[in-house]
């Protein structure tokens, strides 16, 4: 039996800009999504809080995507006055439709921390992990072998199977950074190029970032 996969690609999105699309757009097509859910998380719990609100970084997620029906904003951790940890955020979206298989997208750099992050077993006993190539970050380090040991797959496990499956994707580079982006946008006019038209007018008419 398939399963219906529904991709999650949590982060700050501070801001949201082309390698992020990207990453989706690859994630979505090769692994054969139903659909992705850009999930901005509100008060990050292993870095600093975003000094753009979380309204103001859900808003250019929604620009961002408003052309492409197969991604979707995810606001649940938008309404938590708490700081987001991704396994409460599985446990919600699994309650809200048992019958779905969740597979959370990350980079190469979570993976080699990621048993580090809370509760990290739990993450996997809720959904997969999909794995984005990061230029800089190696499979071989961190906690990244022994996880690819134990729990890596291909793509027809992750559609047999509910949850606990790694599948390393071998996606090209996706080099910006939204750190780059937001220290480099009010500096240099060739970095407007990495972000969608309309987030750009929204950054410009907010004056976000310096612009």
């Not at 040991?149 to 291909?154: A, M, R, V």
Request: glycine share 6%; with cysteine.
């Amino acid at each position: 039996m398939t399963n219906k996969l529904l991709g999650i690609f949590g982060g700050t999105f501070d801001p949201i800009h082309q390698g992020h699309l990207a990453c989706a757009r690859y994630v979505l097509t090769h692994c054969q999504l139903e659909n992705i859910r850009l999930m901005p998380c509100h008060l990050p719990p292993h870095r600093a809080t975003p000094g753009v609100s979380s309204a103001e970084r859900a808003k250019m997620v929604e620009l961002a995507i408003a052309n492409e029906p197969q991604l979707q904003l995810e606001s649940l951790e938008l309404r938590r006055d708490a700081p987001s940890y991704t396994v409460d955020s599985l446990a919600a979206l699994k309650q809200q439709d048992p019958s779905r298989t969740l597979a959370f997208i990350i980079g190469m750099d979570s993976l080699q921390y990621f048993k580090k992050w809370h509760q990290w077993q739990a993450i996997l006993q809720l959904a997969h992990l999909i794995v984005c190539r990061r230029p800089g970050y190696s499979s071989e380090q961190g906690d990244a072998p022994a996880l690819l040991k134990d729990y890596g797959g291909n793509l027809q496990q992750l559609k047999t199977r509910q949850s606990g499956v790694i599948l390393l994707l071998d996606n090209p580079d996706f080099v910006q950074s939204a750190t780059f982006v937001r220290q480099q946008l009010p500096l240099n006019p060739e970095i407007q190029a990495m972000l969608p038209p309309a987030v750009l007018q929204y950054i410009r008419q907010q004056r976000l970032y310096g612009c």
